[in-house]
């Protein structure tokens, strides 16, 4: 079974520094999709970023990136110039595409991140 | 674009009475549908989830029950609360080609 591991509970940053935010899977498939979900304290979830397990390069939405490291099964989220809005809960998905249409996501436990000014 | 929406926002229900959340989605077709729980600072346990109207494939076995009777219409019910039901419920959809999940604004139920 595939399982998302996030081993940081909660983390702070200053503003404007930049932080990382791991994340780590288990799968056996080749073929899978990976996000970044951000949850503010309103709980709405939003997407971040994400990225397709057949391409190399590493996904980038303005100040967010992503270090994905296929081998190592590992996937990272980098917010540069972190600013107050980024305060929330950041949760890693995996998702695997099965062939009967049904698409099953895999939410890792989050990653509190609190921005301090 | 496409919206998803949950009703209601906020409830308080007594242990031992019944339950009905909707979501809906607008402006796509054939969307899977999902129902997660999340407990208070806790991740996403995924309950439900539907591929097509009247299909639903059950995730954690409770005493929740979810329904699809039109194709962007999704319902969690309960016909007996218990205490461990509360939390906050997450209504979302995936496309056939898009996979990104888009989350609905979510309900928060409290069971006393």
């Known amino acids: 079974a595939q399982t998302v591991t996030q081993s940081q509970p909660e983390m702070s940053v200053q503003e404007a520094e930049t932080v990382t935010l791991s994340c780590t899977y288990d799968?056996?498939?080749?073929?899978?999709?990976l996000f970044w979900y951000k949850q503010p304290p309103s709980r709405q979830m939003i997407l971040v970023i994400r990225?397709?397990?057949?391409?190399?390069q590493n996904a980038t939405e303005n100040r967010f990136s992503v270090n994905f490291q296929k081998a190592a099964k590992s996937f990272s989220l980098k917010i540069s110039d972190s600013q107050l809005g980024d305060t929330a809960m950041y949760f890693c998905?995996?998702?695997?595409?099965?062939?009967?249409?049904?698409?099953?996501?895999?939410f890792g436990t989050g990653t509190r991140l609190k921005v301090l000014a | 674009s496409q919206t998803i929406h949950q009703w209601p926002a906020t409830l308080v229900q007594p242990v031992g009475s019944p339950l009905s959340l909707e979501c809906t989605v607008e402006?796509?077709?054939?969307?899977?549908l999902y129902w997660y729980r999340q407990a208070a600072g806790r991740g996403l346990q995924l309950l439900f989830y539907?591929?097509?109207?009247?299909?639903i494939s059950s995730e954690v076995p409770q005493n929740l029950s979810a329904s699809r009777p039109q194709d962007r219409q999704f319902i969690l019910s309960s016909k007996k609360l218990l205490l461990s039901d509360s939390g906050f419920y997450l209504c979302?959809?995936?496309?056939?080609?898009?996979?990104?999940?888009?989350f609905g604004p979510g309900t928060r139920l409290t069971v006393l």
């Open positions: 979302a959809w995936s496309g056939r080609t898009v996979h990104e999940q888009f």
């Open positions: 799968t056996s498939e080749s073929n899978y999709y």
């Open positions: 990225q397709e397990a057949y391409k190399q």
């Open positions: 998905a995996f998702m695997n595409p099965s062939t009967s249409g049904t698409y099953k996501y895999i």
């Open positions: 402006g796509t077709s054939n969307p899977n």
């Open positions: 539907s591929v097509g109207i009247g299909q």
